[in-house]
């Protein structure tokens, strides 16, 4: 079956635009994660959906970020008045559940962002 | 707070020799730890995991990896590396207890295989 995507796979963007990145998540899974990847900070979580609700945004980075999900299935992370630093391979991943289940989360391919 | 450290930024070892990537965590619940491994320009996969049930557990691709709590280290192991076994390698924690299932990375270990 299909995988998890992401769109775009690149973005090249002026600094100061806003950005949208979009996952589509594998069907039937409820938990959904966006993490970002980047030289100086490794790969660290963004902010945690189960079904259209976020409970955990601790790891957004300013107020900058914000990201929805609705119909329990597809999310978009927004990034508004980009900065360089924002430059950063931005994944995504779902499961069957999320909390204390030990559910594989399968990771898309991620969105290379790049802020000019 | 919960975290991982990889010992070792990069390994190198040669075809058909044993592999160990270093993994020590800090929780202060009962962890899940997970190893995921990322191929050039490919996603992640997950390699394995450990969730509380047995301490040494089988992987995919001949991989394993030992949970040892008096250590708090969980290294990751294969008697033979493959070629194909070349990629970056990241230990990971989920925490319990009010955990929403965020995966907590290493800095990751690349692994370099030669012929």
């Known amino acids: 079956g299909a995988g998890v995507s992401q769109s775009p796979s690149n973005k090249v963007t002026e600094k100061g635009k806003d950005v949208e990145l979009r996952c589509d998540p594998i069907?039937?899974?409820?938990?959904l994660y966006w993490y970002r990847q980047s030289l100086g900070q490794g790969l660290e979580f963004l902010i945690y959906f189960q079904g259209n609700s976020a409970p955990d945004k601790s790891g957004l980075p300013s107020d900058r970020f914000s990201a929805e999900r609705t119909g329990g299935s597809v999310s978009t992370l927004t990034i508004q008045r980009t900065q360089q630093e924002d430059s950063a391979v931005y994944l995504c991943?779902?499961?069957?559940?999320?909390?204390?289940?030990?559910?594989?989360?399968?990771f898309g391919p991620g969105t290379r962002l790049t802020v000019t | 707070a919960q975290s991982v450290t990889q010992l070792d930024s990069h390994v190198s070892v040669s075809e058909g020799t044993p592999v160990l990537l270093r993994c020590n965590y800090s929780s202060s619940y009962s962890p899940s730890l997970f190893w995921y491994v990322q191929h050039p320009n490919k996603g992640l996969q997950l390699l394995l995991k450990y969730t509380s049930a047995a301490t040494l557990v089988k992987g995919i691709n001949g991989f394993e990896a030992e949970f040892k709590k008096s250590e708090t280290s969980f290294h990751l192991t294969k008697p033979s590396a493959h070629m194909s076994d070349a990629a970056e390698y990241f230990c990971v924690v989920t925490p319990h207890s009010g955990n929403t299932g965020k995966l907590i990375f290493g800095q990751g270990t690349t692994l370099q295989v030669k012929p």
């Open positions: 069907s039937g899974h409820t938990a």
């Open positions: 991943a779902s499961s069957l559940d999320g909390g204390d289940s030990p559910y594989e989360q399968y």
